[in-house]
């Protein structure tokens, strides 16, 4: 007589085991996924340079707006092309911010502010951007970003570094004049972590900045609103001839 006997072997008690950790690979895989597909908060922060509320208002003195100014386009060091706001953390090392970015590109950034600043100043009557060889200007100027960062000390205080040197360049018909100067910013204490701040900072340097560029101005246009009415309004002698 045969004995039929059941073999407890581990497939005949778990015979749907490989298709149950298939399935739960897959859902795990699904559920990882939606994870990565949910939308996430971006923690960039853009920032602008401003022009400051005393360069809103043109000066009012006894003296006349007359010059045409060019604003040639901003030369600046590569590195400062960056989106990135800058800061330096040594002597020969730089930390480009993550997440804390331009609003626009830093040249024109500051051409633009420099712009407002200039035309505050009783001796300008216009500023053109990006000017070239324009002969109906007074002069043009060309303008050399050294440094516009921050940096950062170990002890975590920081400073910002605002530096510039310029050329105005007098249009004339025979000759052109040229007048250099240029701009460092003094000791301008940062927090060292608020990038706020240090858009605020650099921007009161640019004001200065300004100011130290209009002085270097001529005084005069090439024709003074006073020259052009003495050339239009006629002599006496002709105004005799013609009785």
Not at 21 to 36: E, I, N, Q, R, T
């Amino acid at each position: 007589m045969q004995t039929n006997q059941t073999t407890n072997s581990p497939n005949r008690m778990f015979p749907h085991r490989p298709i149950h950790l298939l399935l739960g690979l897959l859902a795990a895989a699904f559920l990882a996924g939606c994870s990565f597909l949910r939308p996430q908060d971006d923690p960039t922060r853009f920032y602008v340079l401003t022009v400051l509320p005393a360069a809103t208002e043109r000066h009012t003195t006894g003296e006349s707006s007359q010059l045409k100014i060019g604003l040639k386009a901003v030369e600046m060091p590569a590195y400062l092309r960056s989106r990135s706001m800058v800061v330096r953390t040594g002597t020969n090392e730089i930390h480009f911010a993550a997440f804390d970015w331009w609003a626009e590109p830093l040249d024109q950034g500051i051409s633009q502010v420099m712009k407002e600043n200039l035309i505050a100043s009783h001796k300008v009557a216009s500023v053109t951007l990006n000017s070239h060889g324009d002969t109906t200007l007074d002069c043009e100027v060309v303008i050399r970003i050294l440094a516009c960062e921050g940096v950062r000390e170990e002890n975590g205080t920081g400073s910002i570094r605002f530096a510039t040197m310029w050329e105005v360049q007098t249009v004339e018909t025979n000759s052109m004049a040229t007048t250099r100067g240029g701009f460092t910013s003094g000791a301008v204490a940062w927090d060292g972590k608020t990038y706020a701040q240090l858009a605020e900072r650099l921007s009161e340097a640019i004001a200065g900045a300004s100011t130290a560029l209009a002085a270097d101005l001529p005084m005069e246009a090439k024709t003074s609103p006073q020259a052009a009415l003495e050339i239009i309004k006629p002599s006496e002698s002709q105004l005799e001839t013609d009785r």
